[in-house]
């Protein structure tokens, strides 16, 4: 009964450093989703992908990138880390952006802190 | 575009109280509502989720929600509070735009006291 599953829970990077954050989910979803969760400033998408083959930009993309690499995996990675990008950051899966009422299912989160 | 607010970042209520935790929303189409919950140190769950029909939506734990379109509201109510409900809750709105991507408001910390 996994859901969604992200790694690392917990890392510290020094700025400039790039790290990957890896993202599964087992419940054949086909659309995946990273968020960012800052204080005050509520869930933020970063990127989505609506299906296996496809990634788009959300809100807030920059210094960021994805890639679906099945229709289970969904990674995040950045490049070149910032203090900015001190944040707690969440998977996503749900079963199709275009289906109404389309319900959101979240990893536990990832916290990331740029040093 | 479509956005949603939720008035009051803080929400500190006795346990036992009525639990009341505002979120307005701005769409041009008929919109899809929904209120998350998260715990502590976890992901969101979905609590309750207006799609369409009946205004008043019943979710987990005994909360409740009422899709009033006149005030673009949609409130999430539990008449009385438990400890085990201190947490964050996070009203959403998706429309048909090419895909239902919802979009979050910022957030209510629910405060349950002794």
């Known amino acids: 009964n996994a859901g969604v599953t992200q790694t690392p829970k917990f890392q510290v990077l020094k700025t400039g450093q790039s790290m990957t954050l890896q993202c599964a989910q087992d419940m054949n979803h086909n659309s995946m989703y990273w968020y960012r969760q800052d204080p005050g400033m509520g869930l933020r998408l970063i990127y989505y992908s609506a299906s296996e083959g496809t990634t788009d930009k959300g809100e807030v993309p920059n210094g960021y990138n994805v890639s679906r690499l099945n229709k289970r995996e969904f990674s995040l990675r950045l490049e070149s880390a910032a203090p900015s990008q001190t944040s707690v950051y969440f998977c996503a899966s749900s079963e199709a952006t275009t289906a109404s009422g389309n319900t959101i299912y979240f990893g536990e989160g990832s916290w990331l802190t740029v040093v | 575009a479509q956005s949603v607010t939720q008035l009051g970042s803080h929400v500190s209520v006795s346990e036992g109280a009525l639990v009341l935790l505002r979120c307005n929303y701005s769409s041009s189409v008929p919109p899809y509502l929904f209120w998350y919950v998260q715990y502590p140190n976890q992901g969101l769950q979905l609590l309750l989720k207006?799609?369409?029909?009946?205004?008043l939506v019943k979710g987990i734990n005994g909360f409740e929600a009422e899709f009033k379109k006149s005030e673009t509201s949609f409130h999430l109510t539990k008449p009385s509070a438990h400890m085990s409900d201190a947490a964050e809750y996070f009203c959403?709105?998706?429309?048909?735009?090419?895909?239902?991507?919802?979009?979050f408001g910022r957030g209510t910390s629910l405060i349950v006291h002794p």
């Open positions: 207006y799609t369409t029909g009946a205004t």
């Open positions: 959403a709105v998706s429309v048909k735009r090419g895909s239902y991507i919802p979009t």
